[in-house]
Structures are given as structure tokens and as C-alpha cells.
């Protein structure tokens, strides 16, 4: 799963974030319709499969997501001229080979063709074979759940290293119900809510390091994930899926520049943003911008579990679901006139609460029903009930 944070938006519209402490929003014109251009998401597989993404620079308010770009041409090059074509897929934008074995000791680029004519192509780059995955290691510091990761290369031929991750946790609804309200009346659920359910996320910052400056090529411990100690994602059962790359020194100039664009803007007193360029370029029209850098390197990966009870005590407790407990507690018969049915319409019709059980508050002794928000009984609204095929 590729991170998020690749689909580029519009570089002429970093001088917002600059702007956003002044009294008065300023939308220059050039922000609110920002120039088309080309975005390129993804890089080259040698011993695997390619996977692309095409879209176009938009709006950074506007709320759509980004443009995709459709039925174009695409495919890999290398420098003897031969070809290997990445046909689009069912997810519009998205390019995909088969599964390649390229030769290592030549050069590679991508080459586009666009609607309307338009030729692109990226940079010929040399392929980096990424070493193994020592280990992915946790710890708890500073009350703090890190998560770290080590490689190392015996050849000292990577140097420059980058990685992207994609986490799943357990998520378990504060109650149970066998009840459903439906045409206004209480029943019993024919399926009843899941028990369990997985959420996920991805990477969402650039996640890049170097040994440049070491004698041997040796990655210990780099930092990769920080949670605080009480996240629910660590209250049952925690996954993390760890993807290596290697990089050229030019590639991994370009992520250092993405890294310092989307995390070190706060004000005007840091260092201003740069334009992210890449190594693509319109070979139709030069002076044309596009967006992204196509390396060409292959992928190692690695997961690791963590489950509650490895954890020190005390961390880990908070399940997410806290501020559903104690459930609420609707009284039937409350003497108003109202009657049962009215109250179970006004309550539960408009689906707000969730009827957990009849029953008697024991505090009062008074009939009625106990209710809850949707997501304190349906997990499906934070996650998915479809267990992922590595899960134990």
C-alpha cells in the first residue's frame, strides 16, 4: 500500500501554509486554479511489479480528491531500447506491470503518453538493489511506543536508505447488542454487529536516512514510528508492515526535499519551501512542469506483531471506546403520558442511539432500554470487519 502523502498537490500553493498566520486569508488567483500539471506517483521494480499512479495537480482547498490521469501509455524503458508496458488497471490512474526480472546492470526510465498528445518521460536511472531488513524492534521510552528499524549493506553500495509502513490494529466495540430497531419497532438482529474489526493507516510522513558519513553502510535503529504510550491501536493486538528501498544520492535529495516541505513549514522564520520537480519532464514541450521522481529499485519488507501483553504495565489500556461507558439508560415508563413506543421513535428513530438491551436501572429500578452511539456498537464505523489474511 503506498503512502498518501505521494499524491503531490500543486506546488504553487505551498505559500499558503506561509500565509496562514496573517489576520486576512489571501487566495491569489494562481492557488484557487492552479496550472494542470502532470503528477508521477511511483518508480520502477526490478524484481517484481511496477505500479504507477497518474494524476494532475489540483486546488490544495479544494475537497476532491486528486484528478486522476486516464488512458494514458505507459512503460518502461531501458537504455538498449527495450520496452515493458504498464496497462492501466481497474483503479483509474493506476499503471501496472507484470511481474519483471530487469537487468541490474542497466539504466531505466519511464515513458508516458498522454490524451492530446503530450510525451513524458523520466530521467534513465541505475538500479539499486535494496539489502534485507535486519530487524524492526520496539521499545517503550519517554512514554513513547517507538518502533525502530535497522539494515545494513555488507557491499556499502546502498548508503542512502527510505522506508514507507502500513499499521493494523484490533478494534472491540465497547457492547454487544442482539437488538435492532427497524420499522419502528424493537426486534431481535437477524445478523448481529461484529465482534471485532481491524482498522489500518499508512505512512504519513517521509521516512528517509543516510550512512554517508560512517565507515560502513550500517542503519541501526532509525526511528520509524512514535505512538503515545495509551493509543488504542496498542489496546489488543498491533501489526506493522515495514517496506525497505534503496536510493540513489539524487533520489534521496528529492524525498529530502518532500520531507522538508510537508514537516519543517510552522512559520516564516523556517526555511522557505522549494519547488519539487523531480526527474520527470514533457518531452513535447519543455518548458512544461511535471511532478515526481521515477527511481528504479526493488522493495524488502518485513512485519511484526505486538500484542498487549508484551507490553509494560500500564500501557497500552484505552481501548478508544471510553467515552461510551457507561452506556446510556432510557426509561420507559417515565409517567409523562408518553408512551413506550413514543419514547423507543424518539430516541432510536432517527438511528443517533443503538438499543444495546431491555432492562432495569438498578440504581432507580426504573424499565426501560440502554442505548449508545453507533460507533460505540458497530466497529465497522472505525474499521473493517474483513480479517486480513496475515492476521493470526
Known amino acids: 500500500m503506498k503512502s498518501p502523502l505521494l499524491s503531490v498537490c500543486s506546488v504553487l500553493a505551498w505559500c499558503l501554509v506561509l500565509?496562514?498566520?496573517?489576520t486576512d486569508a489571501y487566495l491569489p488567483e494562481a492557488i484557487q486554479a492552479p496550472p494542470s500539471f502532470l503528477v508521477v506517483d511511483g518508480f520502477i521494480n526490478p524484481t517484481g511489479i511496477t505500479t504507477v499512479k497518474l494524476s494532475r495537480t489540483y486546488a490544495i482547498g479544494s475537497p476532491a480528491a486528486a484528478p486522476a490521469e486516464t488512458r494514458a501509455v505507459v512503460a518502461i524503458e531501458d537504455e538498449t531500447g527495450a520496452r515493458y508496458t504498464l496497462p492501466e488497471t481497474s483503479v483509474k490512474g493506476t499503471y501496472t506491470s507484470a511481474a519483471l526480472t530487469l537487468n541490474p546492470a542497466r539504466k531505466y526510465r519511464l515513458r508516458l503518453n498522454i490524451t492530446g498528445g503530450k510525451e513524458y518521460a523520466s530521467d534513465y536511472v541505475p538500479v539499486k538493489l535494496t539489502p534485507p531488513i535486519d530487524s524492526v524492534t520496539w521499545k517503550f521510552e519517554s512514554s513513547e511506543f517507538r518502533v525502530l528499524v535497522s539494515a545494513h549493506d555488507a557491499t556499502n553500495r546502498t548508503r542512502y536508505y527510505?522506508?514507507?509502513?502500513?499499521e493494523t490494529w484490533e478494534i472491540l466495540p465497547a457492547y454487544s447488542t442482539g437488538l435492532e430497531y427497524t420499522n419502528h419497532a424493537l426486534r431481535f438482529r437477524a445478523v448481529p454487529h461484529p465482534q471485532i474489526c481491524w482498522?489500518?493507516?499508512?505512512?504519513?510522513?517521509?521516512?528517509?536516512?543516510?550512512?554517508t558519513t560512517q565507515s560502513q553502510d550500517v542503519m541501526s535503529e532509525?526511528?520509524?514510528?512514535?505512538?503515545?504510550?495509551n493509543t488504542e491501536r496498542l489496546f489488543r493486538r498491533y501489526s506493522i508492515r515495514v517496506r525497505q528501498y534503496a536510493l540513489t544520492k539524487e533520489e534521496y535529495d528529492y524525498w529530502e526535499l518532500m520531507r522538508k516541505n510537508t514537516e519543517s513549514i510552522g512559520s516564516l522564520f523556517d526555511a522557505q519551501p522549494v519547488q519539487l520537480t523531480g526527474n520527470v519532464h514533457c518531452l513535447s514541450n519543455p518548458t512544461e512542469v511535471a511532478l515526481g521522481f521515477v527511481g528504479a529499485h526493488s522493495v524488502v519488507e518485513t512485519r511484526i506483531f505486538v500484542t498487549r501483553s508484551q507490553l509494560p504495565a500500564g500501557v497500552g489500556t484505552l481501548s478508544g471506546f471510553e467515552s461510551c461507558i457507561p452506556p446510556e439508560f432510557v426509561n420507559l415508563y417515565p409517567g409523562t403520558g408518553e408512551s413506550p413506543e413514543q419514547i423507543l421513535e424518539r430516541v432510536l428513530g432517527k438511528f443517533e442511539y443503538l438499543p444495546i438491551v431491555e432492562g432495569q436501572n438498578l440504581l432507580t429500578g426504573e424499565l426501560g432500554i440502554f442505548?449508545?452511539?453507533p460507533n460505540c456498537l458497530d466497529c465497522r464505523?472505525?474499521?473493517t470487519d474483513v480479517k486480513p489474511s496475515y492476521w493470526p
Open 162 to 166: 527510505r522506508w514507507d509502513y502500513d
Open 371 to 373: 442505548v449508545a452511539k
Open 222 to 229: 532509525h526511528r520509524l514510528r512514535v505512538l503515545p504510550a
Open 381 to 383: 464505523l472505525r474499521g
Open 19 to 22: 500565509l496562514a498566520g496573517c
Open 199 to 211: 482498522g489500518n493507516d499508512v505512512a504519513r510522513t517521509v521516512q528517509i536516512d543516510k550512512t
